[in-house]
C-alpha cells in the first residue's frame, strides 16, 4: 500500500497551516511549506482523484476533503478546491478564455480540528482574489492567505467561538464540545439524506465489527463527508483502522488490502468495486443501495427499535424551517441563521446516536471488576437475549471495543458516561441502601412482561448478591429514550458565545503581527473586566483563549498566569500538554521571574507533580482481563482474587469464610476444581431462579422490589405439595397442581423459644410464625439440613438489622445463606453442612453480648448506611456535610432534596438523597489525598479542603468538580464562611501550617492572608466578628481587624456557643469537656465527665444539645460512642453506641437529625433522632 508517512530520507519543512500544490505534478516551490508527515507523492492524485483533464467550457468551482491518518492513529484534515483557469503559454492565451484546465488548492487543517465548513469558506474567500491577480501574484497571493489563517486561534472546548473576517464573509470556527471531541463543522445530517435509519444502521454495526467498508459516491465532497459524519455517529467508539475516505482511480487496489478498512471511491468504479468485495467479504455503500454481500448480524432490538423512532422524528430540511420567512438581503446574516439551524440539529443528532450507543453498550459496566480490571464476557453474553448474542460475540472481539474497555475501566467522564449516569433507571440511579434488589424485581419483570405467557419465562435476574461493581439492578432490554425534541429541536443547552477577532493585519510583517497579537490580548482583557465573575465558565474559556495567543506571541508568563485561572474556573480544559510544553521552553530568566510569582510557583509545581504521577502510572493501567477460571491450586491470596474476579463475592472477609468452608478438613489451598464445581453451582443456581414460574397471582403478594433467590424442591407440606421460596424477606411456598401462594412467614416474624431455631429431630423442617398459631413444617428429606442453616443465617440477619437499623446486615445474611447453597451442592460429601456452618456469621454473632443494642441506642437511632458497600475493604468516614433543598424546585435552580455528602478515606465524595437516604450520585473524586473539612458556601458552591493542600469547589446543582483553589502550602484543615457589610460573602480557610486566607467567595480571589506560629493550624470559627483558630498544641489564637493574642487551652475540638458565650472544647486522649467563658478565656472553666470515655475527636450544637463523638468502652470492648450532653445543666442526657470504631464526624440535618460517621473498622454512617 502506498504511504502517507512522509519518507525519512526528505527531511520535514517546518508546518504551516496550509499549504498549494499544482495541478501539474510539479513539486512545490522551496519557500512553500507542506502538512507535516505528508507524503506529497500522492497528493496529486488526491487533489484530483478522477484524473487531470481539460475542458472546453467553463467548470463550477468544486471542493472535496481529504483525511491523512499516520500509524499512530493521528489525523490530519485538508480541503481541496478545484478551479477553472485558461492554459497561457507566455502571457497568451492558448485557448480561448472558455477553455482550460482545472487548478488545485489543498490546505491542510491541525489534528482533532477538522474544519471542513470553514476552510471550504476561507478557500471561497481566496478564489475571489486568485480569479482577478496575475500569475506572478497568485504565489504572493496563497502565501499572505496562508499565512493569515496561522494567525487565527482554534477555540477551547466549550461554547465559546471564534469569528473572523476573510472579506466578503465572517468565517465562524466552532468549538469543541468537550475536550474528548473532535469539532463539529459540517452537516451531520448528510447520511440521514443518503441512507435510510435502517440501513443507517446496518452501516453503524459494519463499523461497529470493524468489517472492511467501501463508499461510492458520484460527489467526491460526500465521501469524506458522510464518513466522518459516521465516525462522530459512534463517539465515543473510536475507528482504529485504516482511513481512506477518497481513492483516486490509481489507489483502486488498496480495497484489497487483508485488514479493516473504511474508503471511499466514486460510483464509476462500484462494478470493480463489488467484484472484488464479492471475493474478500466487503461491504459496498452507496446512496441508492445498500450491497448485503455477508452475513451481518442486526443490531440490538430494543436500541434499533429506539434510534429508528427517534430518527424518523428529525427535522432535516431546511427549506421547511425558513419557507415562513422573507428573503435576507445580508449573506452573512442569512449565513448565520443557517449556522445556528445546522448546530441545533448536530446536537439532537449527536443525543441520538449517543444514546444508540448506550443503548448498545451500557449494561457492559455491570460486568466489569474494577479492582482486578476484569470484563466478564461470557456472564454478559448470557444476559443478553438470544436474538442479540451474534452481535455482541462479534462486537466483543473488536479492537474498538477494546479501547471501550479500558475507558470505562479507567473510569473516564465522557459523553457515554454521563449519558449512562443521566439515563438510569429510578431504582438504579438511587441505589437505595436500604433494600438492594440483587436481581430484577418483581415490578421491573412484570413491566418488562407483554403477556402472562411470557412473564413466565423472562429471567429474575442476572446475578447474585454483589456480583457487579455497582448494585446490580437488572436492566437487559430497558432501552433508555431521552425526551424527544419537538420539530424545532428546543434542546436545552449553553448559550453560545461568539468573540470576533480584530481584523486580520498583513502577515507577512513582523511589526503588524505583533499589534495583532496586542490588540487581541486588549481585546480579550476588555471582554472579561466587562463580563464579571458571573459565569466562570466562560471566563475559563476566555482565560484559555488569552493564555494561547500570549503563548504565541512569546509572553510565556502571562500565558502562564492565564492557564493558572483555569484551576479557579474550569479545570476541565487545562491543556496539560501544552503547558508542560510552555513549562519546559521558559529560559533561564523567565524561569527566575516565575519564581518571584507565587501562583507561577504553584502551577510548576503542580506541573512537576502531574508529569511524575503520570510517569509512575502502573503498567497494568492499560491492561483488559477476561475472567478465567483458575487452573491451579489456589493459596488464599489467590483465591481471594479469583472469588473477585468471578463477581461472585466482593467483601474480604466473606471470602475469607468461603475459604474456610471449601477447605475444611484439608489443607489450606483450593482446589481447581472445586472452584470450578462451586462456579458452576451457583451459576445453574442463578439459572434456576431465572427460570422460575411465578404466577401472577403470587406477584400481587410480593412487594415491588422483592426477588427469589433460592426454591427448594418439590416437598410435601402441611400446606400441600409445592416448592418452598426464598426472597430477601419472607419464605412462600409456591404450590403444584393449581398454581398457588401459601405464605410460611416473614423472618422477622419467626418466633424462636431458645438459639436454636429450628427442632431436627426427623428430617423435616418446622417454622413457628409469631403471627400463625399453626406451625409450618415441611418434609424436606435431604435439604433438610441446608435448609435449617439458611432459614437460621438469615432470620439471624434479619434480627440484627432491625437492631442496629442497618439493612446491609439482612443482605450480607442472603449472601451467606447463598454461599452455603453453592458450597453444599460443590462438596457432596458428609462434611458438607459443617463446611457450609463456616458460612453462618450472623447465627453465630447474634449470640455475642458486645453485639447487643441498648434501649437508648435503639429508640434513639433510626438508619445506617454503608458507603463502602462497593468496595473490598471499608472506608473511613472522614466528614459528613448536610445541605439543605428546597422542595419543588429542580435542582438545575438550586433546589430539589436536601443532601448529605460523605467524605470517604480514600478521597472520594459520596452524595446521599437525605429524604430517603438513598445514594444519589457516583462518587466524586477530589484530589488523591483524604478530606479534611467541607462547607456549603452557597447553593452553587461546597468547598472541600483536602490533605493534598487544595480546595476542591463542586457545584451541588451539576456535580461538576472543576474548580479549585491552590494558595496554601500544606493541608487544608478548616473553613468556615461570614456575610459581610454590602451582603459580601467572605470564607475563611487555613492549612496546617498556621496560613489563614480569606476568600471573596464570588470571584475566589484572596483577599487577605495571614500566618500564625503554631504546631499545627487545626480549625478555626467565626463569633461576632471575631476568627478563633484552634491549633492541635492545645492553643487557641483570636484574630480580628484590629489585634491579634493568644491564649494557653489544651484540647483538640472546639465548638462556639454565640448566644451563651461560651467555648466547649473536648481532648483526644481524655473523656472530659471543658466550658469556658468566651469574655474571659483566662478564668476558670467548668469539666464534664463522660462516662467510660476516652478521647473527645468532634462536637455540633443541636438545639439545646451538645452532641459529642469520640471512642470508649461498651461492654469491655473499645466501640465508638456518642454522648448527648444538656447545654444547660452540663449533663449527659444520652449515651449511644452505635459504631465499632471511633466516631469522628457529626453534622446536624436542620436540628432534626444528626448524622455520625465513623473509623476505618465501622466505616458507616449513622442517623440519630433528635429529640
Known sequence: MRSYMKKREKPAEPAQDAAKSNGASQPPAENLSVPKDIDLVALPQLCFPAGLQIYRDCREDSYHFLVFTDVCGNRTYGVVVQYHRPIQVDNKVVLNPGCGHLWAFFFSWRKNYPYYSALRDCLSCLLIQLKTCRLMEFEERVNEFSAKLALVPVPPPGQLHVEFSLRPLQIVLPSREDKDRPAVDLDLHLPFLCFRPRELLEVVTCILMEQRMVFCSTDWARLTLVAECLMLYIHPLQWQHPFVPILSRQM???????????????????????????????????????????????????????????????????????????????????????????????????????????????????????????????????????????????????????????????????????????????????????????????????????????????????????????????????????????????????????????????????HYVQNYYSDLINQLGRVMVLMGPSDSSLMARYHYLRGFVSFVAGKRLDALGDFQNLYKTDTDIFPVELVTALVDSLDKEERAQADQRPELIRLLSRVKREHERERARPPEYGTIKKFRLPKTHMQLEDFVRSVQESGIVKDLSTIHRLFDALTVGQQKQVDPDVFRYFYTIWKETEAEAQDVDLPVAVLKHMEHNECVYKLSSSVKTNYGVGKIAMTQRRLFLLTEGRAGYVEITKFRDIEVRSYTLLLLRIPSLKIKSSLKKEVFEANLKSECDLWNLMVKEMWAGRKMADEHKDPQYMQQALTNALLMDAVVGCLQSQKAIFAASKLAYFDRMKLEVPMMVTKTTSETLKHKINPSLDLTSQQAVDVLLYTPGQLGVADADGGGNPKLWCARSDGKVLVFDAASWSMQQNAVQVGMSRVNCMLGVNQQQLWIGSQDSVIYIINPCSMACNKQLTEHRSEVTGLCVNIQPCSLLVAYSCSAEGTVIVWDVSTLQVRKNFSLSCGRLQSLQLHKGTLWCCKCNGNITLFNILHLHSGLLTFSCCLLLDEKEQLWSGSADSGQLCVWRCGDLSGTFQKIQLPDCTGVLCMIKVKDQIWVGGHGCSSGMSRGKIYVVDAERHSVEKELVAHTDSVQTLSSAEDRYVLSGSAGQDGKIAIWKVE
Open 252 to 510: 483502486l487496489d488498496f480495497v484489497m488490502a487483508p485488514t479493516s478498512f473504511l474508503m471511499g471511491c466514486h460510483i464509476h468504479h462500484i462494478e470493480e468495486i463489488v467484484s472484488v468485495s464479492l471475493k474478500l467479504g466487503s461491504w459496498v455503500f452507496c446512496s441508492k443501495c445498500l450491497d448485503r454481500n455477508a452475513d451481518l448480524p442486526s443490531t440490538p432490538c430494543a436500541a434499533r427499535d429506539c434510534f429508528i423512532k427517534r430518527a424518523e422524528g428529525l427535522q432535516i430540511h431546511y427549506d421547511l424551517e425558513v419557507c415562513h420567512l422573507g428573503t435576507g438581503t445580508d449573506v452573512n446574516v442569512l449565513r448565520a441563521k443557517r449556522r445556528d439551524w445546522q448546530r441545533r440539529l448536530n446536537t439532537e443528532i449527536q443525543r441520538i446516536t449517543l444514546e444508540l450507543i448506550v443503548n448498545i453498550f451500557g449494561e457492559v459496566l455491570d460486568h466489569l471488576n474494577y479492582e482486578h480490571r476484569v470484563f466478564n464476557s461470557e456472564e454478559f453474553l448470557r444476559s443478553r437475549e438470544i436474538t442479540d448474542q451474534k452481535f455482541y460475540q462479534k462486537v466483543l472481539d473488536t479492537h474498538i471495543f477494546h479501547s471501550f474497555l479500558r475507558d470505562r475501566l479507567n473510569g473516564k467522564m465522557d459523553a457515554f458516561t454521563r449519558m449512562e449516569l443521566s439515563t438510569r433507571s429510578e431504582t438504579h440511579k438511587t441505589r437505595s441502601m436500604a433494600d438492594y434488589p440483587r436481581r430484577p424485581t418483581m415490578h421491573e419483570m412484570a413491566l418488562k412482561c407483554t403477556s402472562p405467557e411470557t412473564r413466565l419465562s423472562k429471567k429474575l435476574g442476572m446475578s447474585l448478591p454483589n456480583l457487579s461493581e455497582h448494585a446490580p439492578i437488572d436492566r437487559t432490554r430497558q432501552t433508555f429514550q431521552l425526551p424527544c425534541a419537538p420539530i424545532g429541536l428546543h434542546v436545552l443547552e449553553k448559550p453560545i458565545k461568539t468573540f470576533k477577532l480584530p481584523e486580520l493585519p498583513p502577515p507577512l510583517s513582523y
